[in-house]
């Protein structure tokens, strides 16, 4: 499925170069404020490093896991006179990704660990085709902005290291289509995003460090209104 819509982008992409060589009007041109929903699938692996009593590393736990979850948001963005389009979109809640539990002999008990991320914030390009004043295609590139925050629940004190909130950043990239109903528009996009990789090393406890890294597939419908 994955190598699918990788083929059905590239041919989107190779369409819009074609079409793009020649010159597009839009009628529309100024500040659009809007929502939108997405169905997002993630990918979250990460690695934690048990450091033993002589600052070695003892044990090296990898875990890889996926899910899926439904996202609404927010965006404000600004649309060119020739139909192109910058914009931020902002999320504004938290979700747990990535739980994962190990069991430990000495000291006896289970930690269950995974990753919060928190208020993503993006900023964009639609760089667009439009075929006449109502209907338009659009490739999107952007960086997102998140916050990572480790968590562990541990029953029996197995492990007193702690790890902190990190902000991370994402390349993101897409194509979608956008169809204008008077003031009003609406916009269908496909969008993945490859975020950098969360490390650090604890500095309290044992030492133990923990490494993950998050990527996400996006399908987003959104609804907006141009002032």
Partial sequence: MKDNMKNIKKALISAIAIV???????????????ASYSSADYSTSGTESTAAADATVATSTAVTKTGSADIGSVFAEYTFSQGSTIGLDYIDGSATLGKASRTSSTP???VTASAEISDPLTLYAEPTFMFNDKFGVYLKGG????????QEVDTASVTTST??????????????????M????VKAEYVETDFGTYTHVS????????????????????????F
């Fill in 20 to 34: 793009g060589l020649t010159t597009s009007a839009f009628a529309f041109e100024g500040f659009s404020v809007g």
């Fill in 108 to 110: 006896s008990g289970t």
């Fill in 143 to 150: 960086v997102t902005e998140v916050t990572i925050t480790p």
């Fill in 163 to 180: 790890y902190k909130a990190k902000d991370l950043y994402g390349q993101m990239m897409g194509y979608g289509a956008k169809f204008y």
């Fill in 182 to 185: 008077g003031n009003f528009f």
């Fill in 203 to 226: 500095t309290t406890g044992e030492g133990n460090s923990i490494t993950a890294d998050i990527d996400t597939e996006e399908t987003k419908f959104a609804l907006g209104y141009n």
